[in-house]
Structures are given as structure tokens and as C-alpha cells.
């Protein structure tokens, strides 16, 4: 049945899944909806309205033992990890049709879940996830491995094979599409999969393990933890039998797995740890109008909640203050509203420690002499969710807590250069090496400022350019490692040398 999708019908059907039972709150381990071993539960709040929604179960370190055990069986049994690749890529693409079919009721339990609008949950999240879910379905039989060249009396061959238990801990900006990243490539890959969800935003990880089911993954391939960091998180980072941790998040729990790791199997750690996206905009820049529209949404889309948002607005002086009025008339546009109306372009911040944090680095802006052009302040208060202006500061300093550090709020940056050796240095200063964008007419000055700019991600006359086909990771403090694309399975595979003598 088709019907046309309002933001009445959105909500009525919001207001259904929450008064029915229709939102997933249990852990899923080996092929099942369960309990945590304590019986614990924890608010699932929705960041709109700051009401709970919710009761999920809170998993800790016997559950992950649970789910370890299980995805330990599942690999050592082979139903996933032996199975034909051919095989494999029909129940990923599977799962990705499932995931279309359910596309509304995962969008509207991404937007309840952590406050984001719900026409992106409808148009990006939910979409691309599925579509990482049917390109790494599709690569599984597409993949060859390697035979050496080395000579008449024998025979080398260099294979991947599957590098077992893969738990990967996931942020809260992007759940469902930040899990799939991970998921794809380790699932084609044979791998079984132990993820843990963030605090914040468990239940598409809950319900994208019921749908895993139901396109015929063999049970206990995929689990799913909700919980704490400190206790699920942790115990993920410290278990002797998980081979590999991936994971999307803060810089300073990354640094915590890699102590983990250190302290247990010396399982491998791929961290992906945000970032401070330096926009380098030149005066010779052919469409000042799109750069300045992609300034904006650069920091204001998903309420500034992406670890390549855009934060430092890096800006030819000669422009500097014509360009800053056009991005201050796209911000306007994208005053906050509810996450729940189709009309919404900017919804409401994660939870209320997170949106004190930002606003506190306004504070820290203000404190340290920038200038607030627009936004600075707390709004919407009377929808008791947690909303921030979109927030544009003027002479900036990148040596500025505000340029240095990720706010992860629809907080920009504006700091001027003269010349480009200065916005390359300007660009570069910075801990971390995400990704950075470049606008410029000259093809030259692209493609060699481009080389000296050290981020694993260069955008060029766009922001956030790049498909499934793209590699996605950083330089420096940013992390290690690539999601998307072939290489992602670098991270989910072990290469095994095999030297045959036939003398
Ligand atoms: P975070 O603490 O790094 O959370 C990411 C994941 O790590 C969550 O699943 C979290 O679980 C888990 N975790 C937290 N403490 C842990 C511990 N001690 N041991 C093991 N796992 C642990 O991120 P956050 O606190 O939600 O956000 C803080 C800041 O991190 C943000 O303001 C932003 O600057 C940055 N961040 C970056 C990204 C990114 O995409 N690069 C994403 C999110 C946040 P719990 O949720 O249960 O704590
Ligand atoms: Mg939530």
C-alpha cells in the first residue's frame, strides 16, 4: 500500500510504535531477544522532548560474555564464515531490502532516538545504510585474492580469511548508518559481529538485528549489547576472545581502547575519532554562493553532530566578510524546529549533557574574544528538548579552544588567511586529520594544496563529496584505518601466506 507520507502520518505512526510496544528495548545475543543477566533497564530518551520513550535493557560484562561466546560458536561453526561468498551476498542484499521495506519505522526510531530531523533519517540515514548493507552484499563474490609470483618450484598464494570476533562500538550522530559502515564489510568478510550501540541511540542496532535474522543470518553472527561505555564498552575492549575492535567515537575513548587491547589479546583496534574540518575558501573561488550554502550545511547539518562537520570556516580576507553575510543567511534557514516535522532542518541536539557541552564552548568562544555574528544560545525551550541556535563566531583565532577542539554543536569558526601557504598552515594545525575541503577555480592551487593538506578526506568545491566507493579515515588523532569502500575489509581480515614447495 502506498500512502503519502505527511507529518501527521509520521507522527501518528511515532505515537503508535511508542504506545504499543513497538520499540525494541532487549539485547539480541545468539539469534534472540533477551533480557540483561542483571535484569537492568535504562531511560531511552527522546532528545525532541526530553520525555523517556523507553526501557532498554543494560548490558554489561556478562552479557558481553554472552554475546562473545555466541559469535565465538557461530564463527567456529562456519554456518556464516564457511558459506559461499555467492550465498553470503544474498543474505546481505537481503538485509538491505529489508531494511528499505522497514525504512519509515527505522527512520522514526533513528529521530526518536537522538533528535535528528526526520526527513534526513527518511532521506540519508536510513537510505544509505541500506545501501552500504547491498554494496558490501554485492563485493562478497567480487573480491579475488592473490597468487605470488614466485617461480617454477613453488607455489604462493596470498589469502584473506576472516579474522573471527569483531565488536565494534558505535557513537550516537549516526547509528544505524555509523553501525552499517562497520557491519558490511565485517559480515561480508565471515566475520561475527558483537556491536554495542551507544547510550544514547540503541534501537536501530536492536531492530537491525531482528531484521538480520529474518533475511537468514545464522544466529549468533550478529549481536547486539546495549549499554554503558564504561561497563559494555569496556568489557568489549579488555575480552580475551574478540579479535578485533572497530569503533567511531571521541578521541579519548579511542585512546582507551588502545589500552584495552594492550592490556588484553592485543586484539586489533581501528578507531575512527572525529575531527576539526578546516573549509579553506580562496577569493578565486568560481561560486562563492554554493561554497557559502556548503559552509552552512557543513556545520549545521545534523545539528553540527558529524565528525567532518565543517567547523573552521578558513577564509581569503579579501572575502571574508561578504562571504560570512551569505553563510549567515543560510543559517537563518536553518533555525531548529521539531525533529518530527517533514519541515525541519535542524532538530535537536543529542541529550543535555551534550548540548550544556556546547553551549559551554560558546561560552569558551565569547570568553576568548571571538565574536558571535548569530546563534550563541539555548532554544525552543518551551518543546523541553535540547535545541542550539546555529551559531556562527567571527575572528576567530585557530589557536582558540574553539578551533582547536571538537564541539560537535552547529558551532562555526571563522578565521581569515592572506595567502595560501598561510591557510595551509592554519589548516593543518590541528591534532586532527579527518577530512577538509578546498574551494578554489584555480586547478592548480587545488590539486596541490590538496597533496600538503593532511587529512584522509579532501573535498574540493564541495563538502562531504564521495560515495560508497571512497575510503573514509583519518591522519593524525583522527584514528587509523578506513570504513567504506574495499578497503574497509582490510580492517575485517587477516592475509595468510601460503608458500607450497614443489621441488
Ligand atoms: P564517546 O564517549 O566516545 O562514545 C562513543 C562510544 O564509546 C559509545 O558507544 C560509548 O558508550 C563508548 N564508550 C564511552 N566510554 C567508554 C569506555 N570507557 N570504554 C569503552 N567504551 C566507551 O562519545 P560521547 O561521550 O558520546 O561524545 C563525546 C564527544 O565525542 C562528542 O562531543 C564528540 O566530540 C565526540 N564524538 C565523535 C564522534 C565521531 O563520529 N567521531 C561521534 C560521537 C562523539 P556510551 O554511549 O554508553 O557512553
Ligand atoms: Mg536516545
Redesign the pocket.
Known sequence: MTHSRTTASLKARAEEMTQSGGIPGKLFIDGKSVDAASGKLFDCINPGTGQVIAQIAEGDAEDVNRAVSAARRAFEKGQWSNMAPKDRKKVLIRLADLMEKHAEELAILETLDVGKPIGDSLAVDVPSSANCMRWYGEACDKIYDEVAPSGPNAFGTITREAIGVVAA?????FPLLMACWKLGPALAAGNSVVL?????SPLTALRIAELAMEAGLPEGVLNVVS????TA??AL?MHMDVDCLV????G??GK??LQYSGKSNMKRVWL???GKTPNVVFDDCHDLKKAAEHAAIGIFYNQGEV?TAASRLIVQDTIKDQFVEEVLKVAETMQPGDPMDLDTTMGALVEEK?ME?VLSYIQAGKDEGATVRCGGERVLLNQGGYYVAPTVFDGVKNSMRIAQE???GPVLSTITFKDAEEAVAIANDSIFGLAACLWTGDVNKAIKLSRRIRAGNMWVNCWDGGDMTMPFGGFKQSGNGRDKSLHALDKYTEIKATWIDLT
Not at 554495542?196 to 544514547?200: F, H, L, S
Not at 569503533?247 to 571521541?250: D, K, L, M, Q, V
Open positions: 562500538v558505535v557513537p550516537w550522530n554495542k550501540p551507544a547510550e544514547q549499554g554503558f561505555g564504561p564498552g569496556q575492549g569503533f567511531t567515537g571521541s579519548e575513548v582507551l581502547f575512527e575519532c572525529g565528525c551534550h557541552r571538537e564541539i560537535f
